[in-house]
């Protein structure tokens, strides 16, 4: 439910996450959620991977891309004295990421049922612009950050992914 609340722009979502670090790590049960739509998204997506070497590749690429950024934000946390709130920070990071799994799957759908492609490519810009402003805002108020530096961590975040993804499909060739 706080994710849901943080994904309509209500910071009172946090008191809804565990601040532990027990309770960050369980919140990555989200990745297990995530992962039948991740596992759709690729294998009914233009750029399926059918080979097992592509898919083998997906799979490391998931499991990186769900640890990879955490702990990166772990560090920028510590060395911007913000250490003590990294747990809150990652649970409603890995909860906040099954709503937007959630949007893309319901584009997904729409799009195979007929959406216009122009539209497809609009809605999908959207949902990266709302991703962007979710990550951060769910970063300036778990890490109670002033709004510039949290831009920092989505940035870090969006090149991270852009990392994986390019690591993925170099393998996956």
Do not use: K
């Not at 709130?85 to 195979?112: D, E, K």
């Amino acid at each position: 439910m706080g994710a849901l609340r943080l994904a309509t722009g209500r910071a009172d979502g946090l008191r809804a996450m565990e601040t532990t670090l027990d309770g960050a790590a369980r919140s990555f049960w989200a990745a297990a959620i995530c992962l039948p739509p991740f596992l759709a998204l690729r294998l009914l997506g233009e750029d399926a991977p059918f080979t097992a070497r592509a898919l083998s590749a997906e799979l490391a690429g998931y499991v990186i891309g769900w640890t990879a950024f955490p702990l990166l934000a772990r560090r920028m946390a510590i060395a911007g004295g913000r250490g003590l709130r990294w747990p809150l920070f990652v649970a409603a990071w890995n909860w906040c990421n099954v709503v937007q799994y959630a949007t893309l799957v319901l584009l997904s759908l729409a799009s195979a049922l007929g959406l216009p492609a122009g539209l497809a490519t609009l809605l999908s810009l959207a949902i990266l612009g709302y991703a962007l402003w979710l990550g951060w805002f769910l970063t300036r108020h778990a890490l109670a950050l002033d709004g510039f530096n949290a831009i920092g961590f989505v940035l870090i975040d969006v090149a991270t992914g852009i990392l994986v993804s390019q690591v993925v499909a170099a393998l996956s060739r």
